[in-house]
């Protein structure tokens, strides 16, 4: 990621929004139009490459706005990085990040200069090359790993080498290899699937951004779980994301299940009627709708009603009362539920058209029996003058 920041025009990130990489930590400032904000503290947050962030104290009072390129502090040398936020909300973050002692908060130089920025631009222009050859060298040394992104420092004293690895990995001997090759200071740094899939984005199944490459920044533990509570059909190739683990989608509506869940009668429980016993089919969790069959094991006079119809009759069946209906004052209009506008389409409609569009795009090819060369036209014969 490099930085292109002008001052003479807007100078800062959108406050207001999320998007692509550079952005992907950018928090709401919703205290950025109060009086006095910027005076209220010295800190202020600072974005480096990837999910890097750090925070740093304005010790020389520097007036800094969201975008602002400055040198930072670093250990050792300097590094270059934006400003994404500033003003009290900094104080809740560094809250947020748990930094509880001083040292780790270090100190913002200046705004950046162009000497400053030639330097960045020569250390990122090494990053790739360095990717490359640090893999072959991971390579070599027989270790399994894989290095997937190196992160310069501004003033190219140093390199984070991230990598992906599924066990324990000892990589002294590599740290020694790099640093004599690089020249450089070396910081090793595990990353998981999640986040390199952040890293390189994509597009997902639902035809939008990854989640993890826009706006996600925590990541929490997916389970099998959260599919069953929303009736999900456990397939391991729709259930995993791109970077092969489960979607972390599947923790967006969990709660709304949980809770529609509880108004909804348990799975085991047997509605009796005069004339016969009803066993759970399935469950429509939002719509709050119960389908039960006479069959245990199989669809049998299916019978579609409500949650609050089905915990009736689980009342009356307690004390002893039986139905005469199941749907008794309860049926379930039909026009009421969402109509499927591809249910009755017929799925090969798009192969059917392909073929005819084959067909009429093919040469007309005529029988062997026409293709037969043209009959030259009969030449008269020329007319003997009678004697």
């Not at 009362?321 to 539920?337: I, N």
């Amino acid at each position: 990621m490099q930085f292109h920041i002008s001052r003479d025009t807007d100078r800062g990130l959108c406050h207001c929004a999320c998007g692509r990489q550079d952005r992907q930590l950018n928090t709401y400032d919703w205290l950025y139009d109060v009086p006095g904000n910027d005076e209220d503290t010295d800190l202020v947050e600072v974005q480096f490459k990837n999910t890097r962030k750090g925070y740093y104290h304005n010790v020389n009072h520097l007036d800094l706005q969201k975008g602002d390129t400055v040198a930072v502090e670093a250990s050792p040398g300097h590094d270059i990085g934006v400003v994404t936020l500033t003003g009290r909300l900094v104080k809740l973050q560094v809250k947020k990040a748990n930094l509880k002692s001083p040292d780790e908060i270090k100190r913002v130089y200046r705004i950046a200069k162009p000497t400053d920025m030639d330097k960045y631009y020569e250390a990122k222009s090494r990053e790739h090359g360095t990717m490359i050859q640090s893999r072959q060298i991971a390579k070599d040394l027989g270790l399994q790993m894989k290095i997937g992104d190196v992160e310069y420092q501004g003033d190219g004293n140093k390199a984070i080498f991230y990598y992906i690895a599924d066990e324990r990995v000892d990589f002294r001997q590599l740290i020694k290899v790099l640093a004599d090759t690089f020249h450089v200071r070396i910081e090793m740094k595990q990353i998981g699937a999640r986040q390199e899939a952040g890293r390189i984005g994509g597009t997902g199944p639902c035809g939008r951004e990854l989640c993890c490459a826009t706006w996600m920044k925590n990541f929490v533990s997916v389970s099998t779980n959260a599919a069953r509570l929303q009736d999900i059909s456990l397939n391991p190739q729709k259930l995993a994301g791109m970077c092969a683990k489960l979607k972390c989608c599947l923790n967006y509506e969990v709660d709304d299940y949980v809770e529609a869940g509880r108004r909804m009668p348990a799975r085991d429980i047997i509605l009796q009627t005069i004339d016969s016993d009803w066993y759970l089919f399935k469950t429509d969790i939002l719509a709050g709708l119960v389908t039960y069959s006479t069959d245990k094991s199989i669809a049998a006079n299916l019978i579609t009603i409500t949650a609050e119809r089905a915990r009736a009759v689980i009342e009356m069946n307690r004390r002893g009362e039986k139905p005469e209906a199941l749907d008794e004052g309860d049926a379930v209009s039909t026009q009421d539920r969402p109509a499927d506008l591809l249910a009755d389409a017929d799925i090969s409609r798009f192969d059917k058209a392909k073929k005819k569009k084959k067909a009429k795009n093919r040469p007309n090819r005529q029988p062997a029996a026409q293709q037969r060369e043209p009959k030259q036209p009969k030449q008269r014969e020329q007319q003997q003058p009678r004697p």
